[in-house]
């Protein structure tokens, strides 16, 4: 699969046309949901790898449209009203052989994932959904045609209700076209080789901002997920987890390095500035930074563990 994906904006690089309404493809969040209307003329194309989800409405259809399968040409007549699904990720290869006229409306993976998972009530783990040259689909049709009407429309509450309707689509959608992966989060634990690599980044990174998308990527979780795998494991948030490590690097280094300035322990532990650590360390060892280095000095204690 390309590495470059389609996104909408660049549509007519790929297929020869025009656009006839230009709806808000560039107005719109990438994370959403948008539509725009072409004419195209004539031809037979190779469809890149797209961004979004795709779904078009035509307008004027044509008697002859082929869509390539992998192994051999499909011909269909296409009619007004019909509907083209397009998958995300995966190239195609069309002809038509007279102009036409279509609406496309692009839904981001985001939008169906975030949906999706609104409607089985579990994180998702994927979504699968093929190409379909035509549908003949009365409910979608409708439901496209609205959403194109009030995302044109300057009527007030034109906004929400286009907004509602993108719930509308993504259901309709989900319910008849697309199959969706629920993570079964009894087996979806975290690897050893995967905890282990985890932890490595946790502790080679305390100086600089870890996120917990950045966590979760690394063990192939959703964020969401990984908050609730990584609490049934360590017993603590990962913020709370980082914030410990931080503070266990900020005694090591008060315990060796006697002259180094607190500011720049602060700052070589991640903290926000010497201040937060000052509170933490409060907090969590009931004495400052400044008392902590004293008593480490003279050898009042050997180590303080942080949980």
Request: glycine share 6%.
């Amino acid at each position: 699969m390309s590495l470059i994906l389609l996104a909408p904006e660049k549509m007519l690089d790929v297929i020869p046309g025009e656009v006839t309404i230009k709806g808000t493809v560039e107005t719109g969040p990438n994370n959403g949901m948008s539509i725009r209307g072409y004419r195209f003329y004539k031809t037979e194309v190779d469809i890149p790898c797209m961004r979004d989800y795709e779904l078009v409405r035509w307008k004027k259809g044509t008697s002859n449209l082929g869509f390539h399968d992998g192994s051999r040409w499909q011909k269909n007549a296409v009619h007004d009203d019909d509907v083209t699904i397009l998958t995300r990720g995966e190239s195609s290869r069309w002809y038509w052989m007279n102009d036409i006229e279509v609406s496309h409306i692009y839904i981001s993976q985001a939008l169906m994932a975030k949906v999706a998972g609104e409607v089985f009530q579990k994180d998702i783990d994927r979504i699968f959904v093929d190409h379909y040259p035509i549908v003949n689909d009365a409910t979608l049709s409708r439901l496209m045609d609205t959403y194109e009407a009030e995302s044109l429309s300057k009527e007030p509450g034109s906004g929400l209700f286009a907004q509602s309707l993108e719930i509308q689509l993504c259901i309709h959608l989900i319910r008849k076209y697309i199959r969706c992966g629920v993570r079964d989060e009894a087996i979806s634990r975290i690897s050893k080789s995967r905890l282990d690599t985890l932890q490595l980044y946790i502790t080679t990174h305390l100086a600089g901002t870890i996120s917990v998308k950045d966590m979760a990527a690394i063990v192939d979780l959703s964020p969401s997920h990984f908050v609730r795998v990584f609490g049934s494991i360590f017993g603590v948030s990962p913020h709370q987890y980082v914030q410990a490590q931080r503070l266990k690097r900020a005694e090591r280094l008060l315990s060796t390095l006697h002259d180094v300035p607190l500011k720049a322990v602060a700052m070589d532990c991640g903290f926000a500035d010497q201040s937060h650590m000052t509170r933490l360390f409060k907090e969590k060892l009931s004495m400052t930074p400044k008392e902590y280095r004293e008593k480490s000095t003279f050898g009042l204690f050997c180590s303080l563990t942080v949980q």
